[in-house]
């Protein structure tokens, strides 16, 4: 605000006298603002130069002309009045303008009046030098805005929308565009080959079939990234990913802005839109419009719409940072190498690379579920046969007749029937290796009419003794060796009725009591129990005689029982013939009832016992001569049995 | 790397397709012109020491009912019109077209090719219409496809004359 009043100043100092003005001249002039003091040699001065010129006008005062520089104060040289007379009659036109200066600066209306003149050419020249201009301004025009924004915000609205809107719109008719994207992939590819293969691949992971999709088609890379000066179509800066196959990117970037013009031509697209997407199958270009530089990106893939969130803002990141240069492109490309790492960001990519190589973790895992299966397989085919064995055993067991199999809850429920005499089916268990826990039996008594079982119930109804050997061949239970007579007898009743037994033939099973009845009635027959000379005492060392004889006996009378016999031994006592016959009975008689009363009260009565006298008349043989004496002062036995029926008695 | 955009813009058949090819490198087929209605061309010259990049926009064919698609003349450096010797109305189109650049993008440097000057005996386009031209400034310069006589000289020229500008 000062300067423009300096210059005025200094055009006032320069038309006008120095010295009478100095006040208005100095540097240190106040604001313009400010009505200044009058200086009082000013007023009187003004009061006299009007008075002069009234005076002069009149005719009273000569017109004296004065010399400029020669006064420095007009109020020292008041009492000089012919050289005043003399300076208004030179100045009067200069001292008439600078009053009508003064007048001016005094008056504010007119001093505004003659700023507002110069204002706007004063701003520019000063926002040229420095920024105090702006910092002055600044906190004014924040305030004022903020004012304006606070009383009335619909004002500001309705000057940013037409700005804003067109951008805002853009961007949710992208995004819905790309929500449309998706759901579109997603729609087209749950019924093809691949939507499958997804689906299955969703089901194997756990995770939801849109992000599969999502995960699949979002595959892509940015091959290529161009950054083109608007106008001209000519490449700025341009970088290739590592993969990319790039043709010489400045004719494709002049074409793609050729192209670029032919769609809007021959579209007649608003000047605001362009060309964004270019798509050939899965390859793509996406072009982002800036201001003065256009990027484009060669795709190939699904990119998601991230990306082009990506280029927008690099694009504008590069509008910031290069706005000069691209302004004022001359064609000059070497001014934008610093967009490199811009590019560089657009270079994105997003790889799901599929395993064709399979890692040797998975062979591994494939490997041991392939042996997992066959280990299984082998189980389980090993689990088949052992149960088929087992069946097929239990079918050939007999005593067993399987009805039928059942399988429920991990247990398998045998019904049939079964021979009581049949073992159980642990032995065919542990053959086929079956967990007994799994079997369930429920089993229904049964006669086997197997020959095993035959005389296998045969053995278990007769129990025969070890003599005894038990055959069953067609229908005959044959018997062999030999049996006490009373076992015979009871087999002879049971035999017949064992089931499965047809015919009894026991013609090869011999009656051991039979037997042996004659040797021990020969033994007992040929026992001679010696006694002493005329005494009833046996001779010493016939207690053992004696004792066999006992023996003897007991068989005697056992076997007696088992045939049925009734039996009757003689106890016949001798003499030698030396004595009177008279003498010699009595003793024989003696030594007989001696004996036979010691028989019996051994509990051998049932042998009915006859003691009886002989005398010298029944001579014993013996085994020589000289014993022949010795050999009959003694008792001899004689045992006689008959059938019961036959003898019809009672023993004695 | 300087970097220029030019034009070549001309009558249909002037022969401004052939004109170049011989001196430019090209990834795109001579369908572009017929389809997008231009195809492009890059010419690399060396200016001063400095090697210029010279992106060639080909240019459908003028004929009288249409001029050129303007829009693919935004932001050109400098451009060639080509016309045919043997064709007078070709002249009268380059200087048609002349004035709608001038009009459109304002003075830019420009080069009048005449081509088919290995037929001169049959060119309409005499010398005297071309004095004309070059009195009023115009740079001309004959050209043939078939000798190739002219063109690089064409395209040095136009390069000397961008980026002194």
């Known amino acids: ?652 | 790397m300087i970097q220029k955009k030019i034009c070549m813009v001309g009558s249909f058949a002037v022969g401004k397709t052939s004109l170049v090819q011989r001196f430019v490198s090209s990834i795109f087929s001579d369908k572009y012109l017929t389809t997008v209605g231009v195809k492009i061309d890059k010419k690399t010259v060396k200016v001063d020491g400095t090697d210029v990049n010279l992106l060639l926009w080909d240019i459908e064919g003028a004929s009288e009912a249409q001029l050129i698609r303007m829009t693919y003349m935004r932001g050109a450096s400098g451009y060639l019109l080509v016309a045919d010797g043997t064709r007078r109305d070709t002249l009268a189109m380059a200087q048609d077209l002349q004035k709608q650049c001038l009009q459109t993008l304002g003075p830019l440097p420009f080069t009048l090719l005449v081509n088919k000057c290995d037929l001169k005996e049959r060119w309409e386009v005499t010398a005297a219409d071309l004095d004309q031209l070059h009195s009023q400034g115009w740079p001309v310069l004959e050209t043939s496809a078939k000798a190739g006589n002219g063109v690089e000289q064409a395209f040095l020229t136009l390069a000397a004359s961008m980026v002194k500008k």
């Open chain 1, 1 to 652: 605000m000062n300067d423009p009043l300096d210059d005025n100043d200094q055009e006032i100092t320069d038309s006008a006298s120095e010295s009478e003005v100095p006040s208005v001249s100095g540097e240190e002039q106040p604001e313009a603002g400010e009505q200044p003091a009058r200086p009082r040699g000013q007023e009187s001065a003004a009061q006299l130069e009007s008075l002069f010129a009234e005076a002069v006008s009149s005719g009273e005062l000569p017109q004296i002309p004065t010399g400029p520089g020669e006064d420095q104060s007009l109020a020292v040289n008041l009492a000089n009045a012919p050289l005043n007379d003399l300076r208004w009659l030179l100045l009067a036109p200069e001292q008439e303008q600078l009053a009508e200066i003064k007048r001016g600066l005094d008056d504010p209306g007119e001093l505004a009046q003659r700023i507002s003149g110069v204002l706007p050419e004063a701003l520019i020249l000063r926002s040229g030098q420095d920024d105090r201009l702006v910092a002055a301004l600044a906190p004014t025009i924040e305030a004022t805005f903020k004012e304006t924004v606070e009383a009335d915000p619909q004002y500001l609205v309705d000057l940013i929308s037409p700005v804003m809107a067109p951008s805002i719109r853009k961007a949710i008719v992208e995004s819905i565009r790309g929500m449309f994207d998706s759901f579109n992939r997603a729609l087209e590819t749950s019924l093809s080959w691949r939507g499958i293969r997804w689906r299955l691949e969703s089901l194997r992971t756990g995770r939801p079939f849109a992000e599969i999709v999502m995960m699949h088609n979002l595959v892509y890379q940015v091959e290529q990234v161009f950054l083109i000066h608007k106008e001209t179509g000519l490449l700025l800066q341009h970088l290739e990913s590592e993969a990319a196959v790039a043709k010489d990117a400045d004719m494709v970037s002049s074409m793609l802005t050729a192209i670029q013009d032919f769609v809007r031509d021959s579209f007649s697209i608003d000047a605001g839109e362009a060309l964004e997407t270019m798509q050939v199958g899965e390859f793509g270009v996406w072009v982002e419009q800036g201001s003065a530089a256009v990027l484009a990106a060669a795709i190939r893939g699904n990119p998601p719409q991230t990306l082009r969130t990506t280029l927008r803002e690099e694009l504008d990141l590069i509008h910031l940072e290069h706005r000069k240069q691209l302004t004022s492109f001359d064609g000059d490309t070497a001014h934008f190498e610093t967009v490199r790492p811009n590019l560089q960001r657009c270079l994105a990519s997003q790889f799901t690379p599929e395993k064709r190589k399979t890692s040797p973790v998975t062979i591994l895992a494939l490997l041991a579920i392939i042996a997992c299966f066959g280990y299984g397989g082998w189980l389980y085919l090993q689990h088949q046969l052992r149960w088929t064995r087992f069946y097929d055993l239990l079918r050939a067991e007999p005593g067993y007749v399987l009805t039928s199999v059942d399988e429920a809850g991990g247990k398998v429920f045998l019904e049939g029937f079964r021979d009581p005499l049949a073992g159980d089916l642990s032995p065919l268990l542990n053959d086929t290796g079956i967990d007994p826990d799994r079997i369930v039996e429920h089993w229904l008594p049964y006669y086997a009419l197997h020959p095993k079982f035959i005389l296998h119930r045969a053995r278990h109804r007769l129990n025969p003794p070890d003599t005894v050997q038990l055959t069953f061949d067609k229908g005959v239970l044959r018997a062999g060796g030999s049996a006490p007579h009373r076992w015979i007898a009871a087999a002879d009743q049971i035999a017949g009725l064992i089931p499965g037994v047809e015919l009894w033939d026991r013609r090869g099973l011999a009656d051991s009591d039979h037997e042996q009845l004659p040797d021990v009635i020969a033994a007992i027959e040929q026992t001679v129990l010696l006694f002493e000379v005329k005494l009833t005492d046996l001779v010493p060392g016939q207690e053992t005689v004696l004792a066999e004889l006992t023996q003897h006996m007991r068989s005697l009378l056992e076997l007696s029982q088992n045939l049925d016999l009734d039996v009757s031994v003689a106890v016949t006592g001798h003499t030698d013939d030396t004595g009177s016959e008279r003498t010699n009975y009595p003793l024989s008689r003696q030594r007989a009832d001696q004996i036979a009363t010691m028989l019996r009260a051994q509990g051998l009565q049932w042998l009915n016992f006859v003691a009886a006298g002989a005398g010298a008349e029944q001579p014993v043989s013996s085994p020589s001569p000289e014993l022949a004496r010795a050999y009959n002062r003694s008792v001899t036995f004689a045992v006689s049995v008959s059938s019961r029926n036959q003898m019809g008695g009672s023993p004695q």
